[in-house]
């Protein structure tokens, strides 16, 4: 930290309670009321420096009053009384805590060149422009001091000028910065913890003393920034942004500010922890730290960095949770709720524990129409990154551009719907056990994703058999609706087993199920479809199950519709006992086809086991010895010129004829 000493005097002010008086054989004869503090000073060391001397003894005279009354000087008394004392020649110590404030208590009074040359105001721009501004701690420093002196330290371009210096050596190449900085500071959040690609973190160990061993690491000027008021910070922000920072470092240090400033704000919910939402949420309103936490929030969703990607979805969430619990306005959280629809991939089922805005007991816990405002934003993104896939696959084929990337982009944008349907159906399942989830929005979360996204429906059943447990008053109706989300075709054999038990799905969607299990086993042992009973096969064209009580819109018989109910129980016993029957004959098929294959196997053994015994030259010879003529004579008449091609011919036939 950088000071400078103007004078040589020593201190002859001394302070009684509330005035302030010089130690002199002269009394005074000028006495200044600065924000109710009393100077009694004398006029002549004062004209000599003080511009606007004149002017406020003007003023006193014409209101008849025998002081001199300051109201609302920059920099306050102790400002006030610096300058007093640089006119008496008294020894100050200027810092960058006071630097700001005395340079604008100067311009106050006017001590330019024109009263005195080399002023006050002349050396105070010297010091702050050799010496404040070149230095990195210095300068933030001097800019958070200069939020009390107000406006005018803007209007003396302090606040500028120093945003400028520290902007422009948070762009200078790491490997060239040699001032000190702080670094890091330790949070106690575990989002802390987490890195983002392409941003080093150290121990918390001093960087000065490591200084000179290796190159600061990227992200050095991250905590010393943070200290920053909030609006400072924007400003600082949008300066380096404007520099070309990178994004990543730019969303890493929002993070760090955000952690340091609203750290019960950001803190992690525990799943189904209820009361701490509405604790929360009733503790913070109505406050002023709500207001001005509502303001820095609103300015840190301004700041994020437009690239996807930049802010990891954890923090994007908890930052839409606390704008829930502050209540921001609403483009604050749409804009949130867009920036992690983009990510949805990424989340994990406990960030997306959410508190709704209108929590009561006749509304959900977590906002539901948040979560579908999240897939919305998803498939929106999936299908301009589709759209950009097929025309840089249409370029590919007709260009000389290799086609691999948009094989990679397909297969990951593929990979990124599976994830995205899984988290699906594990939110639909946590909160089908809330009592005031509308059925109306289960099914519109549930049908938010294309069908392709879910080769496998065992997450939907799930969460559908958690709602019908949790619902029991649904109507007939409401239970075949919610089932028809579900694709029986498309569950697993253990879920087709459930299932099957299941009393609280309807009939119909049982007997389904019953289906395509059978279908299934019988595909899988050979068996072809018209071996079924025709009473199953009829499901497969999408005819109806006459139910007891439909019979067209007609009026029936209360002993007649127990009758029917009797016959769909009995039938429906007897599609168990044929499906029982199809697993007996596929298991004894397949336990003939393993018999079969152990057979063949052993007969391939024996057959190997002769092949190996074979002697080729032992049957040749025998063969050519009952022809009257041995091996080594066949190989010199195949190779005699006396041999003609009809002997040649002849020799060929007999030995195929005697091989077979």
Known sequence: MKFM????????????????????????????????????????????????????????????????????????????????????????????????????????????????????????????????????????????????????????????????????????????????????RPHTSSLNHQVLPGIERSSSTSWSSRRMLAPAPKDWWLEDISDLDIDLYRRVILAIKAKGAPPELVAQSIRVYSLKCLPDMLQEFPTGNNSLITCGKSSCKFTDIATRDEHVLETIVTLLPSERGTSTCSFLLRLLRASTVLDTTQSIKTELARRVGLQLDEVSLQDLIIPSESYSSDYTVCDVDLMISFVEHYMTQFRLDLQTNQTAHLTDMYGDISSGGHHLMTAATHASQLQVAKLVDQYLAEKAGDANMSLAKFIQLAESLPDFARPVHDGLYRAIDIYLKEHPMLTKSERKKICSVMDCKKLSMDACMHAAQNDRLPLRVVVQVLFFERVR????????????????????????????????????????????????????????????????????????????????????????????????????????????????????????????????????????????
């Open 5 to 184: 000493k103007l004078g040589s005097k020593p201190d002859i002010f001394t302070a009684r309670e509330d005035s302030t008086f010089v130690a002199s054989e002269l009394s005074s004869d000028i006495t200044f009321d600065v924000d109710g503090h009393k100077f009694h000073l004398h006029k002549f060391p004062l004209l000599a420096k003080w511009g606007r001397l004149n002017k406020l003894i003007a003023a006193a005279v014409e209101s008849r009053s025998g002081e001199v009354y300051i109201l609302d000087f920059p920099g306050g008394v102790s400002c006030f009384e610096m300058c007093a004392k640089y006119c008496y020649g008294i020894t100050i110590t200027l810092s960058p805590h006071n630097v700001c404030g005395v340079r604008c208590g100067a311009e106050f009074l006017q001590m330019t060149e024109a009263t005195e040359k080399s002023n006050l105001i002349y050396k105070l721009e010297v010091f702050l422009n050799s010496s404040i501004l070149r230095g990195w701690k210095d300068s933030i420093i001097c800019l958070r001091s200069s939020k009390a002196h107000l406006p005018w330290s803007e209007d003396l371009k302090i606040i500028n000028r120093c945003i400028e210096s520290i902007s422009s050596k948070v762009c200078v190449d790491p490997a060239e910065v040699n001032w000190s900085f702080s670094y890091p």
């Open 521 to 660: 086993t019988a595909v899988s042992g050979g068996l072809i479809l018209g071996d079924l009973p025709g009473s199953i096969q009829q499901l497969e064209y999408g005819d109806e199950i006459r139910l007891p009580g439909a019979n067209n819109g007609h009026h029936m018989e209360p002993a007649a519709g127990m009758e029917n109910w009797e016959t769909v129980h009995e039938d429906f016993t007897a599609l168990k006992g044929d499906l029982a029957s199809i697993k007996m004959r596929i298991a004894e098929a397949e336990k003939e086809r393993s018999i079969m294959q152990h057979d063949a196997t052993s007969r391939h053994m024996r057959a190997k086991g002769v092949l190996s015994t074979f002697k080729p030259d032992k049957l040749f010879n025998r063969l050519f010895s009952s022809r009257g003529f041995s091996s080594s004579e066949s190989s010199r008449t195949s190779i005699s010129p006396e041999v003609t091609a009809e002997q040649r011919m002849a020799i060929k036939q007999q030995l195929r004829h005697s091989i077979a």
